[in-house]
């Protein structure tokens, strides 16, 4: 058990890091390593090695990343969307529920009966398979808003369908079956309000009076997820899911000083589940249940893919606001997971008992499906995000915090070569400069949850916080740092009181840019001077070595453009220029050098 425990977890995150590495869909890789491990190699057989606890693990674990897509669903980002998520979430389902009935059973060969339980099993979408998939495609807000709220949504009604299907299959023998199933739902939706919603209300409040420790509150919010899914599971079998995404959901937008920090918290935990469970997914497939696959199953799984989801998205979404781009994407991915697996892996067993013969192809019929809406949209999201041109502005958004005259010249040097700037800051009169010159701008405080909601802000890949205060600048890198990583947001030297030991410490700002160590003010200092923006291109003639022997002595390299286009601020640790690379500095006014291109742009 040791072994096979080790084996997952670490090659989970490895595929992580290659996916990462490699811009890969996660995904893809994850399940491919099942495969490697489990039923081609042998290494492990979860089944054996994890016994009948398996079951009862992976559900605590699905849990507890459906609680944190709760906690990243906005009710500001179901403004913007409400229309569209209320159809795929209410009509969406139904549509799907029945299509996929009627194509599981003329297509697939299956009896109603099973057909009932398998078309509600796969109305789900997955938030174990969605999110991985929206971090690699880069999608505008309002495109990964629909598929968010859907597969977060989904995933627990998906489940609480299948289990009413399969409650009025094993009763409808013993009486009013219908009156159970409905009783069933009431009693399902009234535990996980009270229970998910009174308990994460409560939670809220503790933190907010101060009656649980800082250090407490993540370890608190895991065990409540845990306790919320457990009590609900035992006042109703499987409604668990659907308490604790109401519970993610009430907390996420409560705002909540502590949030962020646990947000974080959950997805490093998520993160380590997610690949421990698709590796356990694909490595759990017995060569019985490959066996079982056949002509009509396949010809099934392909009508789920290229009719049943399209279809029911189509129609759902009939006379909304939704582009016609939107709706073919989202009728194209639709992607199932964990939940799907788990659901048919609980119900099939029972059903056959039950006498209900043809149960055996649930097993199968799902998997087949996880890995065809794995790999086919894993690839194609990306490539389909392009074509229609769904993604989110730009190839990166580079954001300047602060608008003064130097950095408007910055942006107007940067907006000159093609690159995508935009500059925030909270008065709306340094921005005119910037907004006369063409530059995109944003208006606000970059650390409030407005700019959070703003569309100006998606896809920003690197920061510079380049205003007065140093002690600002460092809140606005650590503010970024989580999202776009240490190595992406950077601020001017500090050297406001560094003889008084005065400054921010080193592990509490961003990092500090540019090849010398020159200071806001300096920097301002010397645009007054004179000083300005030039670009030099380096060549296989016109080498580093030749750029640096032509550079003034006291002049400040400020970023370089490689070929691929995305700029990276320098530092004191760059590294070295390759021919294809721009070079942006920061020059004294000196004679013209026709070695070197003349300043694209001039001090205001």
Not at 33 to 44: A, H, T
Not at 79 to 90: F, G, I, N, Y
Not at 379 to 407: D, E, H, M
Request: hydrophobic share 50%; with cysteine.
């Amino acid at each position: 058990m040791t072994i096979a425990l080790v084996s997952i977890l670490v090659a989970g995150i490895i595929c992580q890091w290659l996916a990462w590495r490699f811009r890969l869909p996660a995904i893809v890789l994850l399940a491919a390593c099942g495969l490697i491990l489990g039923p081609i190699s042998g290494w492990i057989n979860p089944a054996v090695e994890f016994g009948t606890g398996l079951t009862a693990v992976t559900s605590l674990f699905v849990a507890i990343i459906l609680f944190e897509g709760g906690l990243n669903l906005q009710f500001h980002e179901l403004r913007e969307t409400a229309q569209v998520t209320r159809r795929l979430t209410s009509i969406g389902v139904i549509l799907a529920w029945g299509i996929g009935i009627a194509m599981a059973h003329w297509v697939g060969g299956l009896s109603w009966a099973v057909s009932a339980l398998l078309g509600a099993i796969l109305v789900v979408t997955g938030p174990t398979v969605i999110m991985p998939l929206l971090k690699h495609a880069k999608l505008n807000r309002r495109t990964a808003s629909y598929l968010k709220w859907e597969g977060i949504i989904n995933d627990p009604i998906g489940v609480l369908l299948a289990v009413l299907v399969y409650q009025y299959l094993l009763y409808s023998g013993e009486g009013p079956a219908i009156q159970s199933v409905i009783a069933s739902l009431a009693l399902a939706l009234g535990v996980s309000a009270v229970l998910g919603g009174g308990v994460a209300y409560g939670l809220g409040y503790s933190f907010r009076q101060g009656w649980i420790p800082e250090y407490l509150k993540a370890p608190s919010v895991i065990a409540a997820v845990l306790a919320v899914y457990a009590l609900s599971d035992l006042a109703q079998h499987e409604s668990g899911l659907l308490a604790t995404t109401l519970m993610g959901v009430v907390m996420g937008n409560m705002r909540l000083r502590s949030l962020d920090e646990m947000r974080r918290f959950k997805e490093y935990i998520t993160i380590i589940l997610v690949s421990f469970l698709f590796v356990v997914l694909t490595a759990s497939l017995t060569m019985e249940s490959i066996r079982a696959i056949h002509w009509p199953l396949i010809a099934m799984v392909l009508g789920f893919v290229f009719v049943v989801r399209p279809l029911a998205v189509f129609l759902a979404t009939i006379r909304t606001d939704c582009s016609w781009q939107d709706r073919v994407l989202m009728g194209w991915i639709a992607p199932r997971g964990v939940v799907a697996a788990a659901s048919a892996g609980a119900f099939a067993p029972a059903l056959i008992d039950a006498g209900f013969s043809d149960a055996e192809y649930l097993v199968p019929a799902v998997f087949m499906l996880i890995f065809t809406t794995i790999i086919a949209h894993g690839f194609s999201l990306g490539p389909l995000t392009k074509l229609l041109k769904l993604g989110s502005a730009g190839k990166g958004r580079i954001l300047i915090v602060g608008a003064s005259p130097w950095t408007v010249e910055l942006a107007s040097a940067l907006k000159k070569i093609n690159q995508d700037v935009v500059i925030a800051d909270t008065e709306w009169g340094r921005l005119q400069s910037a907004r006369q010159q063409g530059i995109d701008t944003w208006f606000g405080e970059v650390l409030s949850d407005l700019a959070e909601e703003a569309m100006a802000l998606d896809n920003i890949y690197t920061v510079l916080a380049a205003t007065g205060n140093n002690h600002y600048n460092s809140m606005v890198c650590n503010h970024f740092a989580p999202h776009l990583g240490r190595h992406r947001v950077f601020q001017p030297y500090d050297s406001g009181y560094e003889r008084h030991n005065r400054v921010v410490s080193e592990t509490r700002r961003g990092i500090t840019a540019f090849s010398a160590n020159i200071s806001f003010a300096e920097l301002w200092t010397r645009m007054i001077r004179g000083w300005g923006i030039r670009k030099t291109i380096i060549t296989e003639t016109y080498t580093e070595k030749d750029f640096l022997a032509k550079l003034p002595e006291d002049a400040v390299r400020l970023a370089i453009i490689p070929e691929s286009g995305k700029l990276e601020w320098l530092s004191q640790k760059a590294r070295k220029l390759q021919s294809g690379d721009t070079v942006i500095s920061f020059v004294p006014p000196e004679p013209n050098d026709e070695s070197v291109e003349k300043p694209i742009s001039l001090p205001a």
